[in-house]
């Protein structure tokens, strides 16, 4: 099987309505660039805080910075295994999941900001890896995620615009960077 060069944007019927609020921030017409970049964008924007930080809210029960890269962790990997899944022509429908029982499960408050930014890294280094490994016939495969069609090539634009969405966040609701 070659290894995927590019991958293309998904046309509309390959992704739940939603997630259009995340493929559409992603600039271009591949999503590996934007997968890559976004390692070393994250980690420059991370790098400057000190723990005190990496915990502010913004506001009453909203979480923290350390609690967002964990999410973002979190997400890609369920999101990475429903790739893998259809992607190997697995039609079994997969489960949904639910961020906020997963973020206080994490405890990412109690962990060093650096050790979660370097397990969203290896995590997004995982994806790579996967889609990388990927030909066009498994891209464009189809199956069902939380009661709705998605497409391999979906998922990766999908994790690209999640990373963009809660990066822009960051910024602008935490200050982060500023």
């Known amino acids: 099987m070659p290894a995927t060069l590019a991958i293309s944007r998904p046309a509309p019927d390959e992704f739940l309505e939603y997630y259009n609020k995340y493929i559409g921030l992603v600039q ?38 350390k609690e967002v890269v964990g999410h973002l962790s979190d997400a ?5 295994y429903r ?22 499960a994490g405890r990412f408050d109690s962990r060093p900001l650096a050790d979660i930014v370097h397990e969203f890294e290896t995590v997004r280094a995982a994806s790579l890896a996967l889609f990388r490994g990927l030909d066009d016939e498994a891209l464009l495969r189809r199956g069902t995620a939380n009661g709705s ?3 391999v ?17 960051l910024v602008e609701r935490y200050g982060v960077g500023k």
């Open 153 to 169: 090539r979906a998922v990766a634009w999908i994790l690209a615009g999640h990373e963009l969405h809660h990066r822009g966040l």
């Open 149 to 151: 069609t998605i497409s």
């Open 83 to 104: 790739a893998l899944r259809v992607s190997r022509g697995d039609a079994t429908p997969l489960a949904g999941f639910d961020e906020n029982q997963y973020v206080p």
């Open 76 to 80: 890609e990997r369920v999101f990475a």
């Open 28 to 65: 271009g017409d591949d999503a590996l660039p934007a997968l890559r970049k976004q390692i070393e964008e994250t980690v420059r924007l991370l790098a400057p805080l000190d723990e005190s930080k990496a915990l502010h809210r913004y506001g009453p029960g909203k979480w923290s910075v």
